[in-house]
């Protein structure tokens, strides 16, 4: 499994970014795929998920970006996007797109619950 994140840079406060991850070598549109992300110092921390078609493509987001940023996912592209909107200087961190299968409900915030990750790919916010 490879997974291609790219679209981070740097944004004045309350710009916006659009990340994308490609996936490679799985059945895409089975999995769960997530955003998480990592600034220095801090563990890495759930950001969004969209779960798998079959399980209704439903997405979650942690609260501090809710009304903010927006998942969706191209089964057809096998790539997920993050739109981030309204951007602050504490969402400055790298950017994680992850990938993984069967992860129930309750593990979708769980960086552990994801088998595979992608590089990252860093967004920082100026204020």
């Known amino acids: 499994v490879q997974l291609q994140a790219c679209g981070g840079g740097l944004v004045q406060a309350g710009g916006s970014l659009g990340l994308s991850c490609a996936a490679s070598?799985?059945?895409?549109?089975?999995?769960?795929m997530g955003w998480f992300r990592q600034a220095p110092g801090k563990e890495r921390e759930f950001v969004a998920a969209?779960?798998?078609?079959?399980?209704?493509?439903?997405?979650y987001y942690t609260d501090s970006v809710k009304g903010r940023f927006t998942m969706s996912r191209d089964n057809a592209k096998n790539t997920v996007y993050l739109q981030m909107n309204s951007l602050k200087p504490e969402d400055t961190a790298a950017y994680y797109c992850?990938?993984?299968?069967?992860?129930?409900?309750?593990?979708?915030?769980?960086?552990?619950?994801?088998?595979?990750w992608g590089q990252g790919t860093q967004v920082t916010v100026s204020s």
């Open positions: 070598g799985l059945t895409f549109g089975s999995y769960t």
């Open positions: 992850a990938a993984g299968a069967g992860i129930i409900l309750s593990q979708m915030r769980v960086p552990n619950a994801y088998g595979s």
């Open positions: 969209i779960r798998s078609r079959s399980s209704g493509g439903r997405t």
